[in-house]
């Protein structure tokens, strides 16, 4: 099961360094994604795992903190329970910062069933 | 590991379990000629505890229902802190009198923080990671029971605590490093679909169905369910009881206590295991040994034992045919009077079928106060459950 979280918006620093993103849960996760589209399709610029992880937004057409200006971004991750039937409240948190600097925060409290699959779309302006 | 040294180390084990029965033969033998006062095998077999086993001197998982000898069918485990309360209220009646039967099995941590991020850095190489592991692996239990017939209508209550230290086929951790390795990402959907569903796909991009998706979930439960059976582990038990003879909280008073600790050793990557485990229990209330009666006519016929067993054994083998050599100190002292005397044993298990396994035992029991010296027994069992999993 897929679960969208609403659409943000980010304004990054062009002169600062790279921004990075971190994930945190009470659950177990897989790998997590960030993506960003170009003109030929969606590219993948972080494949990472670990939560409590700071992880450069680094990759494919992603280089410096300039590249992220009107940039469409999408990232994903799956967190799972190690019951398959019983629902079990899900914690979330993702955060973006820049030279320490907060940039997005989003949290997230539901509970599922198994597992799901978490993505959300930035907009950077 | 070549069969050569395989062979080898079962040749050790067993030239060691022999070495010990010689050993054992020797002492008796130089004991035969001294007196026999009070033994567990001249006055009272069953007191001998030949049943007693490494496995019986593990730390239980419920300490408080092991130390009252329950089993109860009905045990409340509450996941959140309104349900721990409730709980803990329904051991109460209106009058602040204990209730009978109530069995509450609780991990305090999962219920005041079971939200916390350090559950997903379970498998962190850090400190706080390795203190949310043991404290994930504590449980907290509480019961009481209610003498059933007169003049024994006293009810009784026990606290205890494990906490499993070390535990290297933690199925939590198992299951999380498994899901760590699932690389499958979403794909959003073209620009010119925008409300469309993601699909999924691998790391070369290859598309993964939903239910191919779903059963890299579904074996990394199963594998992390299957508890590998000598994995390494340290754990750590203790239980207090009290006695209230007319039910009240005023009329507490201690009824004593039990301590477990056990560490076993993944001696081989799959085929052998160390285990070292003692329990000391004290205040333990017992029928004399040279008593006839059931006990059960009025607190005059038990009298208060305390206990220590500690010992080792090796287990080897397959999961569906295993072997055992376990060695055992006893000490006791019952009613002021002390008796200890080692025992040893032997064992095989053979799985028949799915969830039947027949148990085979050989123990016997040497004091230096015996004339006889050796008593064996051989003991079998059909069992449900495989003696080879982790405790």
Known sequence: ?125 | MNMLTASRRLLLIWSLALLGHYLVAQTQATNTNKTSTSDCITTDASTCDLNATITDISPPDSPAFSLLGLSPTNVNKPNSPAELASSVLNAFDDNGHFQSGTAVDVVPFLVFKGKSFSLGQYTDGTMTAAATRVLSRSSVSFATTKGTSTPDTAVRLALGFRSTLIDSGDPRAGFQTCVHDINVHLVPPPQEKPAAQPTLADAQNNPVSDADFRQMFTDCRTKSGNKIWNANSVVVAGALSWISTDGSTSSLKSNGSAFWGSASWNMTTDWAQLIVSARRQTGQQVVPPTSTSSGTTGTDSYMIQDSTVAGGAVKFGRSDFNGTVTGLYIGKRTGGRPDSYPEFGFGVEKKLVNSLYLELNYRYDVTQKSVSGVLANIKWSFSQQPKLKTH
């Open chain 1, 1 to 125: 099961m897929n679960y969208r979280l609403a659409d943000k918006d980010l304004t990054v620093n062009p002169a600062g360094s790279i921004p990075t993103i971190e994930f945190n849960s009470n659950l177990s996760s897989t790998h997590f994604h960030v993506q960003v589209q170009t003109a030929n399709g969606w590219q993948m610029v972080v494949d990472s795992v670990g939560l409590g992880h700071a992880v450069a937004i680094k990759g494919g057409p992603i280089n410096s903190a300039a590249d992220f200006a009107t940039k469409r971004f999408f990232w994903d991750l799956t967190l799972a329970t190690d019951s398959e039937t019983d629902p079990i409240e899900a914690v979330l948190e993702m955060v973006i910062e820049q030279d320490g600097n907060t940039l997005l925060r989003v949290d997230d409290d539901h509970s599922i069933t198994g597992q799901e699959s978490y993505y959300e779309y930035v907009n950077c302006k």
